[in-house]
């Protein structure tokens, strides 16, 4: 079985920086493909980063790219999200998930899930 926590989530004023990390535990199937969403009320629970914990490959959505980054520490089994230059928009629950490969974009298919991290950016 694979557990998953999220921490980091604050409030921040627009143009700030949050870090958020999620602890995990291995799992040599369901755990290849580490990624982060996020979902904001009303709206759909959207993909916004993922790596590959063996190779350290990252994506990212198009809506973050340049702003944020996804990074590992294997030696701690934690994965983070580097949010820069956060806007209003950025408001949502984030969330910290896994999966097998491959790192798919549809949340529907990642099977393991923490509870989220609220980020809050006021302008």
């Known amino acids: 079985q694979v557990q998953l926590g999220e921490s980091g989530g604050g409030s921040v004023q627009a143009g700030g920086s949050l870090r958020l990390s999620c602890a995990y535990s291995k799992n040599r199937y369901s755990s290849n493909c580490m990624g982060w969403f996020r979902q904001a009320p009303g709206k759909e629970r959207e993909k916004v980063a993922h790596?590959?914990?063996?190779?350290?490959?990252?994506e990212y959505a198009d809506s973050v790219k340049g702003r944020f980054s996804v990074s590992q520490d294997n030696g701690k089994n934690t994965v983070y999200l580097q949010m820069n230059s956060l806007q209003p928009a950025d408001t949502a629950m984030y969330y910290c998930?896994?999966?097998?490969?491959?790192?798919?974009?549809?949340?529907?298919?990642?099977?393991?899930w923490g509870q989220g991290t609220q980020v809050t950016v006021s302008s």
């Open positions: 998930a896994a999966r097998d490969i491959p790192c798919g974009i549809s949340a529907s298919e990642w099977p393991y």
């Open positions: 790596i590959f914990i063996l190779g350290g490959g990252t």
